[in-house]
């Protein structure tokens, strides 16, 4: 059974840092690729990093995100900082097979599975 855990979400003031884990079991990140995700509500789910591209994905986030994983752990990262109220959201990773996203990304619509997500808060 594959399951997707995120951790490390909270409350934290504009300018600080924040650091997110996904923890995948049922599965290895030599065959998925796994990425970060965010929603605020009444908006789109916008995708925030891709770990195919070991890189953030996301316009609004760079420079102040970055994504890493280790493997032996299974666990994929987002590295939050010079945080910005707006950064507020319900930040969810998801796993897709590598070699879809390798041709697609990390595409919200084609993921395979999903964690419940962790809320971060930004606000003084």
């Known amino acids: 059974q594959v399951q997707l855990v995120e951790s490390g979400g909270g409350l934290v003031q504009p300018g600080g840092s924040l650091t997110l884990s996904c923890v995948a079991s049922g599965l290895t990140l030599d065959n998925y690729a796994i990425g970060w995700f965010r929603q605020v509500p009444g908006k789109e789910l916008e995708g925030v990093s891709c770990s195919v591209s070991r890189d953030v994905t996301s316009a609004s986030v760079k420079g102040r995100f970055t994504t890493s994983a280790d493997t032996a752990k299974n666990t994929v990262y987002l590295q939050m900082s010079n945080l910005k109220p707006e950064d507020t959201a319900v930040y969810s990773c998801?796993?897709?097979?590598?070699?879809?996203?390798?041709?697609?990304?990390?595409?919200?619509?084609?993921?395979?599975?999903w964690g419940k997500g962790t809320l971060v808060t930004v606000s003084s």
């Open positions: 998801a796993a897709v097979i590598v070699e879809m996203a390798t041709v697609a990304g990390c595409n919200r619509y084609g993921m395979n599975f």
